[in-house]
């Protein structure tokens, strides 16, 4: 992966591009309006024109375009969701719908374009850099922080201290009312915030994708708590655990322990919203302008990404085919608090 320059100034590179377009895919994360602003305010720094994309692959192909200046992005850094709204495009998965999405980037005359959002949204980049001369560079946005070559992706900050707030809240009823609490998160495919969020609320059971050996955890802990009458705890459930979910693993909690009190709460989409944190800010800001400073290098199907608090450049095809890996050592450490 190579590193890029961070120069914030007005960039001299080989490419001469007159025209960008951004966007948002996919699900929504905290922190993609200060990837847009960046994006915006970079590229006119540039001497760039800008449109913005409305509602994703569905706005491209059917025109949705709006010219951005710099004041239509002000006051927008501290706003959840995304002023560009976002959408899930079935017809864009097919080559009529890719080859109408690009005769409007042509009719609109832009040159390149900036993609926010996950590996589904990259993989439509890639797919359409290959068939149509248009160059895409992703930020990756998803509160789920599974992208491969990227330590960070904007939202996971915001999503991981909401659910924090939210189970430090729900541990307080369950400790009054004697209770056990499944907490299911989101993460269908990734269990990386369940895990965090588990470990910082001082969860005693986590439940995640990508292990198995949690599931006797589990029922050492209810064996444990039905025993001591110690009932009261916090289970934290990734909503794509191979078990079914928070619901249906609370149901077989109660059949095998009916004397225990459990109970069920799915966090659901809170963990997408709200105003980003610091963090999610400051990132989000430091991709969008990495990813016009990409582009006006010749870069193309290139995900922004931050390694060791440096920017990196990481192609579509490894950012979308290999797995991002959960640390081990986390489990490990939640394991060895939990004995």
């Known amino acids: 992966m190579n590193t890029i320059s961070e120069n914030l100034e007005p960039s001299l590179h080989k490419r001469k591009l007159k ?80 080859f109408k999405a690009y005769q409007q980037l042509k009719n609109a005359q832009i040159d390149a374009v900036v993609v926010i959002g996950g590996d589904g949204s990259f993989t439509g980049a890639q797919v359409m850099s290959k068939e149509y001369e248009i160059s895409f560079v992703g930020i990756p946005g998803t509160i789920d922080n599974d992208m491969y070559g990227t330590d960070y992706t904007i939202g996971y900050e915001t999503a991981l201290n909401t659910v924090v707030e939210a189970v430090d809240k729900i541990r307080e ?75 249906c693993i609370a149901e077989e909690a109660r059949k095998a322990h009916p004397d225990l009190d459990v109970r069920v709460s799915v966090l659901g989409h809170i963990q997408r919203g709200g105003s980003p944190a610091a963090k999610d800010r400051v990132n989000a800001t430091r991709m969008g302008v990495a990813a016009v400073d ?6 193309h199907s290139v995900m922004i990404g931050i390694a060791n608090e440096k920017i990196v450049l990481v192609p579509f ?20 608090l939990n004995r």
């Open 19 to 98: 025209k960008i377009a951004v966007f948002t895919s996919g699900g929504d994360a905290p922190g993609m309006n200060a990837a847009i602003r960046a994006v915006t305010r970079a590229a006119l720094a540039n001497k760039l024109k800008v449109v913005g994309i409305r509602r994703g692959y569905q706005g491209m192909i059917e025109g949705d375009f709006i010219p951005l200046k710099s004041s239509d992005v002000s006051g927008i850094l501290q706003l959840g969701g995304t002023i560009l709204k976002t959408a899930r495009s079935e017809e864009f998965r097919t080559p009529e719908g890719r």
């Open 317 to 336: 095809n490894k950012a979308v085919k290999l797995n991002h890996v959960i640390d081990t050592n986390l489990i490990e450490i939640h394991r060895l």
């Open 173 to 247: 009823t369950a400790r009054s009312h004697g209770r056990i609490f499944f907490v299911e998160v989101m993460g269908r495919e990734a269990g990386l915030l369940a895990l965090t969020s588990g470990i910082a609320c001082g969860a005693e059971v986590i439940l995640i994708p990508e292990s198995t050996v949690q599931t006797e955890e589990l029922n050492s802990f209810l064996r444990k708590g039905y025993k001591s009458k110690e009932s009261s705890g916090i289970v934290i459930v990734a909503e794509g655990d191979q078990s079914g979910g928070a619901m």
């Open 294 to 299: 990409a582009l006006l290098d010749d870069q």
